[in-house]
């Protein structure tokens, strides 16, 4: 178990400043540290491995201390057993994969070391390149040499810093496979960092959302990530709509709440949350969470249907990607088969459906 | 040509390249690695011999080294001979005088290696010594032939130091640049020109391995 409660203070550039403020407690398995870029996410990990000093406070591996202000405990780097990839991976470019791998078993038996090696090289799946220099390897088995680099040390903490990003699913799946096939026998906390909402899913197991140097939520990604509590966070975990708008009705006996959207005549209902009457809020919605008619529907349980027409189409693959104006300016994606039978185009008059619990509150 | 002052001057020139190599290597760790906020001041003595003119070196050189100055006293009472137009005293100016050439290669390669791959080497338990030996030196290595060849060629071809400090004693302190010099004084324009090319060669071959090794340390061309 990793306990971290830690606070940094950056200086300030011109009016801006930032603050490091964490308190987080981190068990065995895979935790996502998860938030937009520059959330402090890294400098997180920078501080646990010993490569960043916080200013306050303390961070604790079970009961051996690597840092603490008031004691004056500031363990090296070298001497906190922690495996860390970094975003750049930073394989060493003159050494070749096996020499990257042993460089941290010097101090290890020659018997052993071998031994390790080939463990820990067969269960990354590099055996066969051995021989070959970091410039000779592809992304994947670069993201690979990286991970068995820093495992093969058997360190009792593993920092993930964004190492597979860049790959495609199936082969990132594969890798994470491979890390999970590794910590079974290890039993060891494992952050991983990310800002990739895909990734999240892909490791599924515990989340911690951070934003501005803050742990915002922390829970299972449904929880965490597709109802985000954040403006920051809705942007990070892929909500292309975030309208700013009034609150102008309270129900609390349905649970409801009604939001007048800025710029328009507008209203949207919503689940009941902590703004007052008259407050300036944000509302999230998924663009693939809205369904779009041609003609206006009846007999509907979604309670938000708003009029409005498209402005314009995008095709991405095989999604298409509306931007609809019903007073303010909505993004949908529906699929390219159903954009042809729709026979969407500009200038059509188009009817927005919303569920209820389609539509998040978010605070700034 | 004088062999003698050839020989001489090529003696010189390897014995300052390679204490000048020993001792920059870990001024240049230090002035790439520390975050000293006086670090300029060192930066600036470093590159001091760069911009002074090598009399003016060469003249405070000689005042410490003659027999009132304190080097000269120390090296007196410790050897019980001076330490002024010695080929030692011309070993000792000539480092101070080609101390940048070796130091500011060094510091610019030291610098554009990747930090994260210290990081790295860290994380994975190495010390800074192994981390020196293993990482820092080998991604260096542009930067060392470049100090190396560079801190050569310069020493081969100094004049004003060698002037002030080692005088022009034949076989202990005139080299081939004094050498090319004296002729010239005395009209002998052949001796002087086979001497001059062969400088010339020595300096054009030099800075051909300098860039063909790498152009980006210490280039005044634009990178390519």
């Known amino acids: 178990m990793l306990s971290v409660r830690i606070q940094k203070q950056f200086r300030t550039v011109g009016t801006s400043s930032f603050q490091l403020q964490i308190s987080a407690e981190f068990s065995s398995g895979f935790t996502v540290l998860f938030g937009p870029s520059g959330a402090g996410k890294s400098t997180l990990l920078d501080c646990i491995a010993g490569l960043a000093k916080p200013d306050e406070g303390w961070i604790k591996l079970g009961q051996e201390i690597f840092f603490d202000a008031e004691k004056q405990i500031s363990l090296p780097p070298q001497k906190r057993g922690i495996g860390y990839v970094f975003q750049s991976l930073a394989l060493f470019p003159h ?270 | 040509m004088n062999v003698e002052a050839l020989v001489l001057s090529l003696r010189l020139a390897c014995t300052v390249s390679a204490i000048l190599l020993v001792v920059s290597l870990p001024l240049a760790y230090w002035l790439a690695f520390t975050s000293w906020r006086g670090k300029f001041l060192l930066e600036s003595v470093v590159a001091l011999p760069l911009v002074l003119p090598p009399t003016v070196l060469g003249f405070y050189a000689l005042i410490a080294m003659g027999p009132h100055g304190a080097l000269g006293k120390l090296w007196q009472s410790l050897f019980g001979h001076p330490l002024a137009f010695t080929f030692t005293g011309l070993v000792l100016a000539s480092l101070l005088y080609s101390l940048p050439f070796a130091v500011q290669p060094l510091v610019a390669s030291f610098e554009s290696l990747d930090r994260r791959l210290l990081d790295a080497s860290s994380m994975l338990g190495a010390s800074r010594t192994r981390a020196f030996f293993r990482i820092i030196l080998p991604l260096a290595w542009p930067g060392v032939i470049t100090a190396l060849v560079l801190s050569f060629a310069h020493t081969l071809g100094e004049f004003g130091v060698v002037l002030m400090v080692g005088g022009n004693l034949a076989g202990i302190t005139r080299t081939v640049s004094i050498d090319i010099y004296d002729r010239v004084q005395a009209l002998d324009y052949k001796g002087a020109h086979q001497t001059a090319l062969l400088l010339l060669l020595i300096s054009f071959l030099v800075l051909s391995v300098v860039y063909g090794v790498n152009r980006r340390i210490w280039s005044p061309w634009p990178n390519r």
């Open chain 1, 95 to 364: 050494l070749s994969v096996e020499e990257n791998v042993e460089y941290g078993l010097s101090g290890v038996a020659a018997s052993e070391r071998l031994e390790r090696m080939d463990r820990t090289l067969t269960a990354f799946h590099i055996q066969d390149l051995r021989r070959r220099k970091p410039g000779e390897l592809s992304g994947g088995e670069k993201q690979r040499v990286a991970l068995a680099r820093s495992v093969v040390t058997e360190p009792r903490l593993l920092l993930l810093d964004e190492p597979l990003t860049g790959l495609d699913g199936g082969l990132r799946q594969a890798i994470l496979e491979d890390l999970r096939g590794w910590n079974v026998g290890h039993r060891i906390p494992i952050l991983y960092v990310t800002h990739n909402r895909e990734e999240v899913d892909a490791i599924g197991d515990h989340v911690v959302a951070i934003v501005d140097g803050h742990v915002r939520e922390s829970g299972i990604p449904r929880t965490v990530l597709d109802a985000p509590r954040a403006v920051a966070l809705a942007q990070a975990a892929g909500f292309e709509n975030l309208l700013p708008g009034c609150v102008v009705e309270h129900r609390p006996a349905d649970g409801v709440m009604r939001i007048a959207l800025d710029s328009s005549k507008c209203e949207l209902e919503i689940p009941l949350g902590s703004a007052q009457l008259g407050e300036t809020v944000q509302v999230a919605i998924r663009a693939g969470d809205i369904l779009l008619a041609t003609q206006a529907p009846h007999g509907l349980s979604a309670r938000n249907v708003l009029p409005g027409t498209v402005e314009s189409l995008e095709t991405r693959g095989s999604l298409v990607v509306a931007r609809v104006n019903a007073g303010a300016l909505f993004t949908v994606h529906v699929t390219l088969s159903a954009a042809r039978t729709l026979q969407l185009s500009p200038g059509l008059a188009v009817w927005l459906v919303l569920k209820t619990h389609s539509c998040h509150l978010v605070s700034p």
